[in-house]
């Protein structure tokens, strides 16, 4: 491994250092966005079990214990529980809105990755072509195959390394994009429902009464 990074030359140690941030980026979206998505539905069927009891403290308590959007959005609509619909809406879209940089972070670094590694594999590949004719040049008409080697070495194994960054990279990015998508329609699903309970009368009265 160290033979092939020392004959990749330094494009290699570039590529080779974007694919430990690649690793670790995926890695920490993996876990956090794991973390984020939780079962909604179970989750707002307690709170509504808990606001029908007119405990507002122990709901609001329960959302801040629980990781994720969807408990932040359900602990901001409860905060504007003793307001009009309109109101709670404006609360629930603002939680929302706080919440999908923090779904986002870093995705666009994992993406810039997979773009620019074949990029930096076809540097280093015409870096290696360069150094190929350079030494055809210095020892032209006797040049030997061991001669074009160095360049050549450069030139295939940076192209190869490239490629095998970026396309595990992007695969990464995509299955975290699908991920992140399911979060997103969780929350619009568990907003409208949120609302729908806080704004219905009966309940609103007991929100009222904490």
Known sequence: MLELMLKGGLVMWVIFGASLIAAMVFLERLFHLHRAQINSADFLEGIYNVLRRRNVVEAVSICEETPGPVAHITRAAILQGDTDREQIRQAIEGAGLA????????????????????????????????????????????????????????????????????????????????????????????????????????????????
């Open 99 to 210: 919440e999908i940089p923090r779904l986002e972070r870093n995705l666009a670094l994992l993406a810039t990755i997979a773009q620019i590694t074949p990029l930096l594999g076809l540097l280093g590949t015409i870096l290696g072509m360069m150094e190929a004719l350079w030494v055809i040049h210095q020892r032209a008409p006797l040049v030997y195959a061991g001669d074009l080697a160095g360049g050549m070495w450069q030139a295939l194994i940076t192209t190869a390394a490239g490629l095998a960054v970026a396309i595990p990279t992007y695969a990464g990015y995509n299955f975290l994009l699908h991920r992140l998508e399911h979060i997103v329609l969780d929350m619009e699903r568990s907003s409208v429902e949120i609302l729908h309970f806080l704004s219905t009368p009966a309940v609103r009265v007991e929100v009222d009464g904490r």
